[in-house]
């Protein structure tokens, strides 16, 4: 008996125990790839993602900048700005058929230079004085990017999260009026 006891030990000494430790070794190793791997994963998922937001603030940026100069809206804004009624209820319906439809837009606003929405795609929103164009008003920053949730004067939006883009209106002339 005393003889497969020894051989019982040094077939441990000799094969298992270093078995066992060659396998923790593999799974330290393993570990270590498989977080490396999602990590790239990750970093590809990530840099993807920011192309992808980018692109959509390029198009939207284009978008404003185009709607920016266009003479239906140019001239309308002009004449519900000298109160005209019949402009604005032509001007809000022009937004939500060409504006609207555009990017995932979910809202439109026509503001004067004294931060009063005058038209909106969104009827709660006309009349309202926001302070959040003030900046642009005041001449710090035409392409203003702002954010938020749907709270306050921006109910409407629900949960949804947002971003406003800020594009000043152009004359002919190229004057921002």
Sequence with gaps: MKIIYILIIIFLI????????????????????????????????????????????????????????DKFLVDNFIEVNNGNTRAKIDLTSYLK?????LSSIIGVNLINLNSTII??????????????????????????????????SHSHFGMYQYFTVVEPLRAGNNSEI
């Design 14 to 69: 000799i094969g298992a125990i270093p078995l066992f430790f060659f396998n923790l070794y593999n799974l330290n190793v393993f570990q270590k790839e498989i977080k490396n791997h999602l990590q790239q994963g990750l970093s590809l998922l990530v840099d993807a993602r920011e192309s992808q937001i980018y692109a959509y603030l390029d198009s939207i940026e284009r978008i404003s900048f185009v709607f920016s100069e």
């Design 97 to 101: 058929k060409n504006v609207m439809p």
């Design 119 to 152: 038209v909106s795609t969104n009827e709660g929103e006309t009349g309202f004085y926001d302070t959040e164009y003030l900046s642009v008003i005041n001449g710090e920053r035409i392409n203003l990017i702002t954010g938020g949730s749907g709270k306050g």
